[in-house]
């Protein structure tokens, strides 16, 4: 921990310049010393100790694998510069407080009551009960503290605001009470179990692990309790192209049926031949029985079963071309990803509002203004949100215009790749310097 009037002389001092350029690029610093001063300011009217520690969790975005994790597939995904960001400190008692900007309420948790409120479903609190509970149940110490937190990952964009905030929670408990020894995937696992039981919503695993881990990730999520995960070693940043995301500005709400019905209709396809989870079958023994399949789980389930093993495979492909510095073959299986969603997987309009189709549109104007250089494709869950493109650097500032002028002023937003490491944030002096 350090004394909060450290970290405000940091600020002041150019002693957290280093680490914020590193975290969120160099046109976005002034920004962010403002938000640090901001919520420290905040913490110090509000906490009247003085020792604090400064944590940060990325949001994510899904590079390949759209809706493969839930069917034990692979997918490649990256942590990117939005985040939550929270100042901390223990405290004595029983009771966790944490203030959200942005948020009139603050946050009250009691460390002897855990359980799951059905009232509360949907929540921040939720996900704080249950990110504790997860603690808790995994044999790791708890205790109280007072946190204040901001979060600039943009909600409802597919960026996953809410594993951010799971995992940022998770990251303050391992860092105050021990002493950072969760690692990656147990965090991962508490958050997600979070999200599933406290929070209400089934999800996948992908999300979490990639906020906690970091980098570009290759998961193998064959068993869901111990997924493999292998970093990437690649910088978008030398590819030539700036990966991008643009928010449709159309609603998440009322899609909770549309996004459990994929994991469903794989599933119930997959126990056609034999099987609980699509992983494992063969595009061979799916073709062979489509009747079968087509009778006793439908089209639209033989359809998806049919992305799915094809998408995991090309989750494989993308990040093996990444390894070797193919942007080309990479761009293709971007294109082929983004098709498959559309045609295959159809998460990009929604069957209970079909009239609104800002995904199409973004994707189509995508399309006709790359001319075949670059990639585009749905970004998360789908049927509403965002889209992923990838765009020449020399013709982004046109595309983001193009795009505002459609979509509303700040909907094309760049995304830089958030590398491991500055989980806790630390000033960084230089020689002959000090706090």
Known sequence: MEPLAGYLNALRRGGLDSTLRTLYGES????????????????????????????????????????????????????????????????????????????????????????????????????????????????????????????????????????????????????????????????????????????????????????????????????????????????????????????TGSSHADLTLEYAAIPEEMGRAARVLGQDVARGLTMEQVLDAAPQIRREAGDRALLRLIHFIEESERAVRQADALRSGDMDTYLELVNASGDSSWRLLQNCISTTNFLEQGIPVALTLTERFLQGDGAWRIQGGGFAGTIQAYVPYDRFETYRTLMDAVFGPASTLPLLVRKPGNVCIQPTWADGENG
Not at 66 to 94: I, K, Q, S, W, Y
Not at 176 to 189: C, M, Q, S, Y
Request: hydrophobic share 40%.
């Open 28 to 247: 976005s610093l002034c920004v962010q010393l403002q938000r640090y001063q901001n919520l420290l300011l905040r913490m110090e009217k509000w906490f009247s100790g003085q020792q604090v520690i400064l944590v940060s969790a990325p949001g994510r975005t899904e590079l390949g694998g759209n809706h493969t994790d839930h069917n034990g597939g692979v997918v490649l995904a990256a942590a990117v510069h939005f985040d939550c960001l929270a100042v901390a400190a223990p405290t004595e008692g029983n009771i966790i407080r944490i203030w959200s900007e942005g948020f009139p309420d603050t946050i009250k948790v009691r460390l002897d009551d855990l359980a799951p409120r059905k009232e509360e479903e949907g929540t921040s609190a939720a996900l704080v009960r249950g990110v504790v509970h997860g603690f808790k149940a995994g044999g790791w110490t708890i205790g109280a503290f007072d946190a204040c937190i901001s979060g600039d990952v943009p909600i409802g964009s597919g960026l996953s605001s809410s594993a951010a905030f799971e995992i940022c929670v998770g990251q303050i408990l391992n860092s105050l009470f021990n002493d950072e020894k969760v690692g990656p995937v147990d965090l991962a696992a508490i958050g997600r179990k979070a999200e599933n039981i406290h929070f209400g919503k089934p999800c996948g695993f992908m999300d979490q692990i990639t906020c906690a881990a970091q980098g570009i990730l290759s998961i193998d999520l064959q068993d869901q309790t111990l997924p493999i995960v292998h970093e990437i070693d690649f910088d978008f940043g030398d590819s030539g192209y700036q990966l991008a995301m643009v928010d």
